[in-house]
């Protein structure tokens, strides 16, 4: 092990099997996009090219989308070069029609932050501990599910990781040579990593922290040497954001929407944390934890056994959770910025316990032994993953069925459009959204004018509605949801089926997601809704088909399960 340890073959190793991971079905589901977030970086970010720099868009900063506008630009020059498009409206047509090659570019990228992250907590346990526990706090880190899951998709949490584990890199540097260098590239590093994702915020805390202890010395909360670092931090994130300033009212809006809906209950949220740091190594975002958690178990050890010795760098745990506590939805990918602290405690315990088998001829095969052992729930879960991106989503195998066998130009009800196969509106419906859109200067007026350009001719497509849903079960941020809904066609299924057949719908086209959620929803009529569909509709097909030939099926799928049926 001594022998393996003195060269690089194991931090390459696990770097190559972190990007292994992240390209494994990268372009799972293209041509068709199922992930939101991924479709509204990319859409702010393409809006650029209307010339103005403002996003009017705040619930994310705005550095993110600036390199994401980046990278498409470099993607149109040599598009442009290779013949693939002429002009800049070409290539937004094309993109339209097909965005895979946009989208597949970008994913790789998060692929690329994530492996970077990887490698700096290999780099910061190293430094920190030593070159063992930096191995096992890097496997350990690149073996979280939830993690491998945002590295296929275009979201700002990966680079922003990337920037916070780099600022914390350079302020354990300082923390251990006191060099002034450090604390400033920690800043920019910081304010680079706040400007991509607001979830970095709570690491500004361990600025003064970690230069307090530093110093051993009160007088040093008045350096004007930190005080010039925290003025960087805010200066690289206004930079990086700075619309946040052009247009305050509008950033003020969506940043403190992220805190208009109270949580539910505090205590369940609590409860969830816990539960997700436990299962950090079991889980994804939506599925349950699966197998036990060993993981997560010895990363939570390490986490309170090196904050019982007063190693303050282990703050930031505490600093990542505790806001999460207070959101109204405490899913696991909002505590991304604990998990390279939570891997690092993870692997520092790891090397002590092995620095506890006193039998030198066998201490390297058990140690060995027992870290795969725990590795071995995360490591089956993340095959799985990568496997499960290599299939057919349920939505693009329906909506192939649909477009074969239900008559273009039938009125269709969907129930979250993102959660339902892609059927497209027919050509009459989209112009009348965009005049709608044209009317009220909306958002997506020009991307619907691309829509109709694009959009093939004849009786081609769906009149496609939507269940109406209380903005609340729909998303945390109520004025997003009530300014999206304007471009859609809603519908209140209170009244019942009858008043649907008068509305001309002929087909339903619904998801085991929007199903449970609906069965759960606070709004009778919809509870009534799909309490009701069995009886006043007729099944057509669902996907997946779980029988064949009488026999059940149980093979793997992936997304929901779809239900067409006939009014």
Not at 333 to 362: E, R, T, V
């Amino acid at each position: 092990m001594n022998g393996i340890l003195k060269n690089n073959i194991l931090p390459v190793c696990i770097m190559l099997a972190s990007l292994a991971l992240g390209l494994w079905g990268i372009n799972y589901d293209l041509p068709h996009i199922y992930t939101t977030e991924e479709y509204k970086v990319v859409n702010y970010a393409l809006r650029f090219g209307t010339g103005d720099l403002n996003p009017h868009f705040f619930n994310y900063p705005s550095l993110y989308l600036y390199f994401t506008f980046f990278v498409c630009g470099i993607y149109f020059i040599i598009g442009r070069i290779a013949g693939a498009f002429s002009s800049t409206q070409e290539f937004a047509i094309s993109f339209v029609k097909d965005p895979s090659g946009v989208y597949l570019t970008l994913r790789i990228f998060s692929v690329l932050w994530t492996t970077g992250a990887a490698l700096l907590v290999y780099k910061t346990g190293k430094l920190l501990f030593n070159k063992k526990a930096g191995l096992c706090a890097a496997a350990l880190f690149t073996c979280i599910p939830s993690v491998l899951i945002s590295a296929h998709e275009i979201r700002p949490s990966q680079p922003s990781l990337f920037f916070l584990v780099l600022s914390f890199y350079f302020l354990a540097l300082f923390y251990m040579e006191g060099k002034n260098k450090n604390f400033y590239l920690s800043c920019i590093s910081l304010g680079i990593s706040i400007s991509i994702f607001y979830n970095a915020i709570p690491m500004v805390v361990m600025l003064p922290v970690v230069y307090f202890v530093r110093n051993k010395k009160i007088a040093a909360l008045s350096d004007a040497r930190l005080w010039l670092g925290l003025s960087i931090v805010l200066i690289t994130s206004i930079a990086g954001t700075p619309y946040s300033v052009l247009d305050f009212a509008t950033f003020r809006r969506d940043f403190f929407a992220h805190a208009s809906t109270p949580p539910a209950s505090i205590l369940i949220n609590i409860r969830e944390v816990f539960s997700n740091i436990l299962f950090m190594g079991n889980r994804g975002h939506v599925m349950p934890p699966q197998g036990p958690p060993f993981a997560g178990m010895l990363c939570l050890a390490g986490t309170i056994w090196l904050l019982s010795k007063g190693f303050l760098l282990m703050v930031p745990v505490a600093l990542f959770s505790i806001p999460v506590v207070f959101y109204h939805s405490p899913g696991i990918g909002y505590l991304f910025p604990a998990f390279p602290f939570l891997a690092l405690a993870g692997g520092w315990l790891a090397d002590k316990l092995a620095g506890k088998i006193k039998s030198s001829s066998l201490s390297t095969p058990a140690f060995i032994l027992a870290f795969l052992i725990v590795l071995t729930p995360s490591v089956i879960l993340c095959l799985k993953t990568g496997y499960i991106y290599t299939l057919k989503d349920n939505r693009t195998i329906a909506k192939e069925w649909i477009y074969k066998n239900l008559p273009h130009g039938a009125a269709v009800l969907v129930d979250l459009y993102p959660f339902s196969p892609p059927i497209k509106e027919t050509k009459t419906q989209l112009e009348r959204l965009y005049d709608r859109a044209a009317l009220l200067n909306h958002y997506k007026k020009e991307y619907l004018k691309l829509l109709l350009e694009a959009h093939p001719d004849g009786n081609y497509g769906y009149e496609i509605y939507r269940v109406y849903r209380p903005p609340a079960e729909v998303s945390g941020i109520k004025y997003v949801v009530e300014e999206a809904e304007k471009m859609q066609d809603l519908v209140d299924v209170a009244p019942g089926f009858k008043y649907l057949r008068k509305k001309g719908i002929r087909y339903l086209v619904l998801n085991s997601w929007a199903r449970h959620s609906g069965l759960n929803s606070r709004d009778k009529g919809i509870v009534d809704f799909y309490t009701g569909v069995e009886k006043n509709a007729r099944i057509l097909k669902q996907f997946p088909d779980k029988t064949d030939g009488g026999k059940r099926q149980t093979a793997p799928s992936k997304g929901p399960e779809i239900y067409v049926y006939e009014l």
